[in-house]
């Protein structure tokens, strides 16, 4: 079983697939707690801008925690290709909720056999990012992928770095066939 977390589309198809859980309630009512929060910090910072509230809840170290153990009965495969900013400046890494994940996975996973998290080595190339920055990417218990375009050459995108276990292709430059998109 493989579940596919991205940054672009956090899991909400899978949580609302299995709304029975409460995952979907947890999830709204940490949202509207943030609002609250949010709504209360603007007063005092009125320039605070909406995509960094957005960008903030959704990269929660609890709703991280939970995306790394969703549904660990029936998935064996995390694919993820979410984390820092790769902007070239950020150093970040999994918080203790999401680490605890991580740790949980390895050892309860895959009926014991341990959870495989597979982590895309991210896209900040043209800022020279490296996902040696990235705590996901660098993670004991991460299996790091990076990516080669159609004709065997580096996308623009990628980031180099040792802890890059794989290459696969994946899309290169426009004039290239968009592969695995």
Avoid at 9 to 34: D, W, Y
Avoid at 82 to 106: E, H, M
Avoid at 119 to 131: E, F, I, T, V
Avoid at 163 to 181: P, V
Wanted: glycine content about 10%; hydrophobic content about 35%.
């Amino acid at each position: 079983n493989f579940a596919l977390f991205s940054w672009n589309f956090f899991p909400f198809e899978g949580i609302l697939a299995n709304s029975k859980t409460g995952i979907l309630h947890e999830i709204f009512t940490h949202i509207f707690v943030e609002i609250d929060l949010f709504l209360e910090a603007s007063k005092r910072h009125p320039k605070t801008i909406y995509v960094h509230f957005f960008s903030h809840i959704l990269v929660s170290d609890a709703v991280e925690a939970r995306s790394l153990s969703f549904n660990p009965d029936h998935v064996d495969i995390y694919s993820s290709s979410w984390g820092p900013n790769d902007d070239g400046k950020t150093v970040d890494g999994p918080g203790k909720l999401a680490s605890r994940a991580f740790k949980n996975g390895i050892m309860r996973g895959r009926n014991g056999k341990g959870s495989i998290f597979v982590w895309a080595s991210g896209n900040g190339g043209r800022y020279k990012d490296n996902c040696n920055c990235d705590g996901y990417a660098t993670s004991i218990y991460t299996i790091t992928v990076s990516s080669t375009s159609e004709s065997g050459h580096i996308p623009w995108y990628s980031e180099a770095c040792s802890s890059t276990l794989a290459t696969t292709y994946s899309s290169g430059t426009t004039s290239e066939r968009q592969i695995g998109m």
